[in-house]
């Protein structure tokens, strides 16, 4: 893997998967083509019946990716420059945290209580931001997103509440949150479970009057926030569009015909 | 969720006029609230008769005859304009009827629809052939580039398409009504454009007199000839070179071809054309396809292809593949729309507020104050809040005394987020905002009222131009 200049490339960068390793392509247009239209590893040649070795390091780079970003605890110095109310659910750490999603969805009574004492009532919308299954992408979206959003409710004159941040958190936090202090909408941003394509794709679940007493349907969701995917600016101008008209519609989830 | 349109193809050709109504399926594919519309069918509902063009005495395109011809065809087809959603009207062929056919076109298009449009350009009518003889579809399903040539009375419109994306386009002056003969094989017509390849064949054709039946063929075989060589990327001669239109075609080889336009009609197994055939039209359309026949049928350097449309290609391009759907993340105002026929300025200096603002004044100048224009870009590289906020003072600052809508196409999807933040930051502008639009400087661009969630956009395009 030694380039000519002295450097061992980085396996781990997403542009390694653009090059095409067939040995004398017929049309190497057309294979680019293809590969444009998926993040499946076309084009990768062989070696007799197997991955050629750039393959087979790609290959574990990405798994590594996403076995990092589940294991490793979010770093919160991003959350914590943004101010953020930070609290955690009954989780104690990482290995709780996958063995026991039941654990991932409810907080202590104490943390119940403090959420209700320290933060706005009645908000037009609430944020909730989730480490979930992965705290890279927390870090690599929540600025862009964040702003963005921030100017648009400004713009419709919402009422936001205080932002606040879970550690440990699955996706049904937010219907906690949401009953404790009344908030109309309740907007939680999440990193989704890594795939082999990034480890820093994050979800935003929105749930109008999100209640512990609905089912999963009552959540409106937009997925695959990332650079390469959706990105968060325009993801956060969705969510911003969206949130208007769950706010008229008074109802979220498959109730909303979008 | 699904939603139908429908759309409408005129084609006014130099020799024949068509009308054609097509229904487009529009599909939202998503399972999240992001949607993903895409138009899944393309069906041709109606496709008229070939009618020539009505003429009056002197040449021009009789307007009141087209449109009377042209209600006549919305009323057997039992659609009514205001049905119509897209679509495009095209006028075809040469151009120097294009001047007087536009004055036409711009008279009946009211009766049209509102958002059905004029456009010309030799590529464009090339890029719309292609489409309808399905010479882009095909190249979706082989490694190899697929080349239409529509050739029709005054031009031959070439597409060339690989993986389903238009790779070139160009336009040549061969065409089956180039030269025309009356019953008495008296010369009607010869197109001063041939004449350079007359005197290069030494030809004794010339106006009024008896044509050859000899010569017709030794010309139609020569046309046939030069397309071929285009094909191979072999050398052409000065007079020969001369027969592009604007500009010649980009390097490389085309291995394998389709032949479309009403020429194309007479392109298949046939005994030897002889005057009979000359006489049905009083032109050289039969001895041009029989040419192209024997020059493609007999060698393997270059694969001949069956085309989907023949005669019908252009039409049927217009009506069914002349509209774009933007992405599904925009910000629109339905009521600021259609606009038709808006120039398009490209900004290439993003990064830089001043340096947007000083690329805008120059370019803007071209345009007169009061003109309703469209901002093309790429879209920000990095993506970061701060460079789209950049972005968007820029634009806000290049077009502060401008009271005509902020109207923004761009590659990359961010047109919400760049919409969101000009209507943020630019108080009372009206903004309409649209991505996955590609758009080059000179084009004009044509936007219809949203449909699914996405915008409907034609880009008039004039790409290849050199």
Redesign the interface.
Known sequence: MNATDGFVRDISLPEVKERVLIEHP??L??IK??KKTTNARLGVGRAGDRYKTETLLKFRADHAIAQDAVWTDIDETLIDEMGFYKVQTLVQNKEEYVRRPDRGRIFSDETMEAIKRDCIHNPDVQLVIADGLSGFAINANL??IY??MM??FK?KGYRVGTPIFVRYSRVATMDKISEALGAKVTIQLIGERPGLATGESMSVY?AYEASSKKPESQR?????IY?QG?????????V???TEVLMREKKSGVELK? | MAQEILSAGIDIGTTTSQVIFSRLRLENNSYTAIPDVKITQKEVLYKSPVHFTPLRDDGNIDAKALDRLLLAEYAQAGVKREDIVTGAVIITGESSRKQNARLAVDKLSAAAGDFVVAAAGPDLESVLAGYGAGAADYSERVPIAVANFDIGGGTTNVAVFLGGELQDAFALDIGGRLVRVAPDHRVTYISPRIQPLVALLGLSLRLGEVARLAELKELADRFAGICRRICLDEPLSPAEQRLFIGHSKRQGRLSAVMFSGGVAEYIREEAEPGWDDVLRYGDIGPLVGAAFWQVFSAQPEVKLLNPRERIRATVIGAGSYAVRLSGSTVMMNDELVPLTNIPVIRLEHLACPEALREEYRVKRAVYPAGQQVAIALTGPTGGSYEELAKLADGLLAATAKEAQILLVVMEQDYAKALGLMLKHRGAARQVISLDRIHAQPGDYIDIGKSVAGTVPVVVKTLIFKS
């Open positions: 017929q049309s247009a057309m083509r293809l600025k862009d702003v963005i100017d648009g713009e929105m409106t969701v937009v997925s695959n650079r959706i990105p968060p600016l325009e993801a956060g101008a969705q911003v569009y969206l979008i």
